[in-house]
């Protein structure tokens, strides 16, 4: 940027005459166009080249026809039943087979982990069972929300008791009847990378 | 003073409703929607085209440059996060297409001139006064560089700021204005005579 003030309220004219600068920008060039003629004398000549380009419009025909026929002429996507067959594949694939379930161990362990550690370090005497103990882990692509994390929970019924873990799992419970539909609908969360039941069925 | 009332002011609240309508046509975009993509299509052709024509300055390259753009918007319609503006995004595709098309086609065009039609209708003299002053600003854009050209077009038709306009360019904001006050210096020169002295 240049240091002297004409030059770096020159630069900015063109953006000032278009009414696209912040106000720090706009209160410099408006400073120095108070006591400069010739910046004054560039502000004018410049609102006649922004006239003269705005009235102008290249004719292009529009080419919707043709990339409407290019869209409809693909394959169509494959479906969710296509690309977990071809995921199954790739994990059968012995490298990838060690590697994922490497990963999946990893991930279990961290939960256990965890529901281990977020016990009580005592019970009442005659106190039941905890109310709200993990009993499926989810885990949620890397660019999904908040928002999005809330949704996918509450639309399964469940309740967040937990997470998210150091493997950036979180932790849910719902009521044993209803967790095999809860897991379900995790799965077909399209913001959800997994979801499972992590402990025996109650 | 001059200075009043000099500089034009952004229509905010038309350019807020056009955000929110686009980007409520990008989410149904991302539900494979192709009359939501039609519409966006045609929000975009004239923007896109005026643009590409700049760049690349092949009437016959514009529309398959556009289409490669708006093919892509189709395809990636997801990976779009809202870290910026559609619009933004959608020029940097458009700006990184146009500079591969220019890659396979580095000549100069076969004398096929920037020209767009002036769409304003005034009278004779006038006209006969606009045409020259047209005539002698294409002249002067079809000498400068793509990436010239781009920061001039990009900052007084489609009037975006610096930083936008560097964001599409993948280059500094200081590139940007640089690139500017040359284009402008450059303008300034080939148009000697046709407008009053600016300095």
Redesign the interface.
């Known amino acids: 940027?240049p240091s002297d003030p004409h030059d770096q309220a020159?630069?900015?004219i063109?953006?000032?005459?278009?009414?696209?600068?912040d106000a720090a920008d706009?209160t410099l060039v408006?400073t120095h166009?108070?006591s400069c003629a010739?910046c004054?004398?560039?502000?004018?000549?410049?609102?006649?080249?922004?006239d003269?380009?705005?009235?102008?419009?290249?004719?292009?025909?529009?080419?919707?026809a043709?990339?409407?026929g290019?869209?409809e002429a693909r394959p169509a996507?494959p479906s969710v039943r296509e690309t977990l067959a071809e995921f199954w594949d790739l994990l059968k694939r012995p490298v990838v087979a060690v590697l994922a379930t490497a990963q999946v161990a990893f991930v279990a362990a961290a939960a256990l982990l965890f529901q281990w550690i977020s016990q009580p370090t005592y019970v009442a005497l005659g106190a039941g069972q905890a109310a709200a103990s993990a009993n499926i882990i989810v885990m949620f692509k890397p660019?999904a929300r908040e928002a999005d994390l809330r949704g996918a929970i509450a639309g399964s019924g469940g309740t967040l008791v937990g997470g998210p873990t150091e493997a950036d799992a979180y932790l849910i419970h719902v009521p044993a009847n209803a967790r095999p539909g809860a897991v379900e609908k995790l799965q077909r969360n399209s913001n959800v990378t997994l979801a499972q039941p992590i402990d025996a069925a109650q | 003073m001059i200075l009043n009332g000099a500089a034009r002011r952004p229509r905010t609240e038309a350019n807020r409703s056009s955000v929110l309508e686009e980007n409520e046509l990008l989410a149904r975009v991302r539900a494979r929607d192709l009359h939501a993509f039609e519409r966006l299509y045609r929000i975009y052709q004239p923007r896109l085209a005026r643009f590409l024509f700049n760049l690349v300055q092949r009437p016959q390259l514009v529309e398959e440059v556009l289409n490669d753009t708006m093919m892509v918007v189709w395809d990636t319609a997801g990976n779009f996060r809202g870290g910026s503006k559609l619009s933004t995004w959608v020029f940097s595709i458009a700006y990184r297409k146009a500079m591969k098309a220019k890659m396979r086609w580095p000549d100069p065009v076969e004398e096929q001139p920037f020209d767009p039609r002036v769409s304003s209708d005034p009278g004779p003299d006038e006209e006969l006064e606009h045409q020259r002053l047209h005539d002698a600003l294409m002249t002067a854009m079809n000498e400068l560089s793509a990436d010239h050209r781009a920061v001039v077009d990009l900052t007084y038709f489609h009037g975006l700021g610096y930083r936008e306009i560097a964001e599409i360019m993948h280059c500094p904001v200081d590139t940007v204005k640089t690139r500017m006050f040359h284009a402008r210096r450059r303008l300034k020169q080939a148009m000697s005579g046709q407008m009053f002295d600016w300095i």
Do not use: K
């Open positions: 940027m020159e630069e900015l063109p953006w000032y005459a278009m009414g696209q600068l706009r408006e166009l108070a010739r004054q004398r560039q502000l004018a000549g410049e609102q006649v080249l922004i003269q380009f705005q009235a102008m419009s290249p004719e292009i025909d529009s080419g919707w043709q990339l409407r290019q869209i996507r660019e």
